[in-house]
Structures are given as structure tokens and as C-alpha cells.
């Protein structure tokens, strides 16, 4: 079992950032993948980083790709979301998504947090 609570969402302006950050418990040596996604209101939900515990690659599509970076802070269970020049499409609920591969994929979500991008 893994616990994931995000935290730092909040308002900004166009063309500002912010920084997200995912503090993982319970097992988390055995997560194999740790990603963000966002949900905006009447949207599906989305990807927007992924990082490999094994190897660190990173993978970004290409809305995001550039502005955001996804990083992790082993000795803190952490992983970080730092959103850089954000539009006002970015506004959406973020979540933290951990993934395990024990007897088949396991999937764990975060509660999400709110980032809002004013024009």
C-alpha cells in the first residue's frame, strides 16, 4: 500500500509557475513509476510527467513539454511537479499517481490539488 498527498497548488498568473510536490508513504521502494496528471472540468484526465524509479527518464507530452519537469527527492519519498510560463489551459486538478508492479499493476492516486492560471 502507498499513501500519496500532494500539496503547493494554488492561483497564479499567466507566464508564472509554481511547484507541486507528492510525499509518498507505506511502500514505497517497491513504486515503479510515478506520474502527474490533471483533470480540467468536462475533460478526461491527462498526463503531464512521468518519472521511472529504476532509471529517472522522464517523459513529458508535448503541451507541457519544455515548461514542466518532474523530479524526485529519494531521501524525502517526494516527487516534484515544477510548473514553469503557465497558460490558463494548465488550469486544472493535479494529481499524483503511483504505480506498482506486484502480481500484476497497481495503481494509487493522491487526492489532488487545485491550480488555477488567471489571464
Known amino acids: 500500500q502507498v499513501q500519496l498527498v500532494e500539496s503547493g497548488g494554488g492561483l497564479v498568473q499567466a507566464g508564472g509557475s509554481l511547484r507541486l510536490a507528492c510525499a509518498a508513504s507505506g511502500s514505497t521502494l517497491s513504486i515503479n513509476v510515478m506520474d502527474w496528471y490533471r483533470q480540467a472540468p468536462g475533460k478526461q484526465r491527462e498526463l503531464v510527467a512521468r518519472i521511472w524509479s529504476s532509471s529517472g527518464r522522464t517523459d513529458y507530452p508535448d503541451s507541457v513539454k519544455g515548461r514542466f519537469t518532474i523530479s524526485r527527492d529519494n531521501a524525502k519519498n517526494t516527487v516534484y511537479l515544477q510548473m514553469n510560463s503557465l497558460k490558463p489551459e494548465d488550469t486544472a486538478v493535479y494529481y499524483c499517481?503511483?504505480?506498482?508492479?506486484?502480481?500484476?499493476?497497481?495503481?494509487?492516486w493522491g487526492q489532488g490539488t487545485q491550480v488555477t492560471v488567471s489571464s
Open positions: 499517481h503511483a504505480l506498482i508492479l506486484i502480481g500484476g499493476w497497481n495503481d494509487y
